[in-house]
């Protein structure tokens, strides 16, 4: 059976994903068009209310590069506990030095307290940076991370189905891998079919501006008034493919 995690950033999809329900977990973060940064606590409180799914919150202070100093790693370890405590299943991080390795003692503190909370621990597509793609998966599952959520060192999952399939063929057996980005209606069976994943991770998101033809602007590149909703649409046809 597939395991099917989606990504969303605001109280809207919770709402949108929970009534369509067949979704076995949501990862919470903020700023998902920016890759995916911490969540609000009360986005989480909100998710472990109203919904009866795994919650895995992201644990990444700001965008940009993953390379945190022990300042931010600090910061980092007591968001763990934060969101322990409003209800979260699991954890999301990801942490590299500047040789675009694991970050191995950042990555230990942080599961360990995960760990001591129950909570399970995914290192998300930071791996992906690594100039070593199997030692870094080693480094992860020596570290005891649960899952690593990658796209192969691609842009998109579907782009790295080799290097997906191979990272499955020599370490799927000692952790297990989920596969993201991009992942849509499109591809998701043929990206399953190909790598052997059996957890897969997508926002079936769109655009939504309710107000579009506002002309004001608050300094963005874009529509100030635009954002990313999960799509109700695109949810229903991915469930499907696998029988949900």
Request: aromatic share 6%; net charge negative.
């Amino acid at each position: 059976m597939i395991t099917l995690e989606v990504c969303l950033d605001n109280i809207e999809s919770v709402r949108t994903v929970a009534a369509s329900g067949g979704i076995d977990r949501l990862e919470l973060c903020a700023a998902l068009a920016l890759g995916g940064l911490s969540p609000s606590p009360a986005l989480v409180r909100y998710a472990a209310q109203e919904t009866g799914m795994g919650l895995h919150a992201m644990i990444r202070p700001r965008p940009g590069d993953f390379c945190f100093d022990d300042a931010d790693v600090a910061a980092m370890v007591d968001e763990v506990g934060y969101y322990a405590d409003l209800g979260a299943h699991g954890v999301v991080i990801g942490v590299l030095d500047d040789s675009f390795r694991v970050n191995a003692l950042a990555t230990e503190k942080l599961c360990k307290a995960a760990k001591a909370r129950d909570l399970e621990v995914t290192f998300h597509r930071a791996v992906d940076f690594a100039r070593d793609y199997d030692a870094a998966v080693e480094t992860l599952i020596d570290l005891g991370v649960d899952r690593i959520l990658t796209s192969g060192q691609a842009d998109t999952a579907l782009k790295g189905t080799e290097g997906i399939s191979r990272i499955m063929q020599r370490h799927g057996d000692r952790i297990s891998i989920m596969a993201g980005s991009g992942v849509s209606p499109d591809n998701a069976a043929w990206i399953v079919e190909q790598t052997g994943v059996r957890d897969l991770h997508f926002s079936a998101s769109g655009k939504r501006n309710r107000f579009s033809g506002t002309r004001l602007s608050l300094g963005g590149s874009s529509s100030d008034l635009e954002y990313q909703v999960t799509d109700k649409g695109k949810l229903e046809k991915i469930k499907a493919l696998f029988g949900r």
